[in-house]
């Protein structure tokens, strides 16, 4: 199965800052990548899909990038309600479905 | 709204059996694969299996496959998860899912895609 590493494990930030967090496949996945941000006692929210693609109604200071293996998700300018658990995901055809293990964001 | 809303949390002792319930307010949940999905007490996400309910079309994890059974009732637009015999390692916040009707692909075994719609979950505790 592939891996997906995220890093870093956890990220203190300031409202406003700019936050980065990276998710490493095991194997080339192409673009076949979503990010997901759950909040403490709730259902995951997808975020991104196809590795930069935004789902509709998320906010346009969330970014993603990458293909291959390595993927980033841009928070800019972080607001209050962007405070919580991002997981990656990764869906390429020639391995089970995988998530990454969780970046947790919390105020600084 | 489109919406998954699932059944209550479950408290049960080992070896007790247990169903639970995610259920689609949408016209096509029929037309969408559902998939379940296991989040174990401040850990990450693991996908158990998909069900397609028009047909009951079910794909199962390696993982999970012989631990649960997921069945669906399109005339009630709903999913479910059984177990026969819960263990304590059960203990865990259950989410059913719906597979994004963009670049997905299902093939005898699995589907692959993303989540674009999420149940509320339920939370599940088996005591031993």
């Known amino acids: 199965d592939i891996q997906l590493t995220q890093s870093p494990f956890t990220l203190s930030a300031s409202v406003g800052d700019r936050v980065t967090i990276t998710c490493r496949a095991s194997?080339?996945?192409?673009?076949?990548l979503a990010w997901y941000q759950q909040k403490p006692g709730k259902a995951p929210k997808l975020l991104i899909y196809?590795?930069?693609s935004v789902e509709s109604g998320v906010p346009s200071r969330f970014s993603g990038s990458g293909s291959g293996t390595e993927f980033t998700l841009t928070i800019s300018n972080l607001q209050p309600d962007d405070f919580g658990t991002y997981f990656c995901?990764?869906?390429?055809?020639?391995?089970?479905?995988?998530f990454g293990g969780g970046t947790k964001v919390d105020m600084k | 709204e489109v919406q998954l809303v699932q059944s209550g949390a479950e408290v049960k002792k080992s070896g007790e059996s247990l169903k639970i319930s995610c259920k689609g307010f949408e016209n096509d949940f029929s037309n969408s694969w559902i998939a379940w999905v296991r989040q174990m007490p401040g850990k990450g996400l693991d996908w158990m299996g998909f069900i397609h309910p028009y047909d009951s079309d079910t794909k199962y994890s390696p993982s999970f496959q012989g631990q649960v059974t997921i069945s669906a009732d399109k005339s009630t637009n709903t999913a479910y998860l059984h177990w026969s015999s819960l263990k304590a390692s059960d203990t865990a916040m259950y989410y059913c899912?719906?597979?994004?009707?963009?670049?997905?692909?299902?093939?005898?075994?699995?589907?692959?895609?993303?989540?674009?719609?999420w149940g509320q979950g339920t939370m599940v505790s088996v005591s031993s």
């Open positions: 194997q080339y996945i192409n673009n076949w």
């Open positions: 995901q990764q869906y390429n055809s020639y391995s089970p479905l995988t």
């Open positions: 196809k590795a930069s």
């Open positions: 899912a719906r597979l994004g009707q963009l670049d997905f692909f299902c093939s005898t075994t699995s589907c692959y895609g993303f989540f674009d719609l």
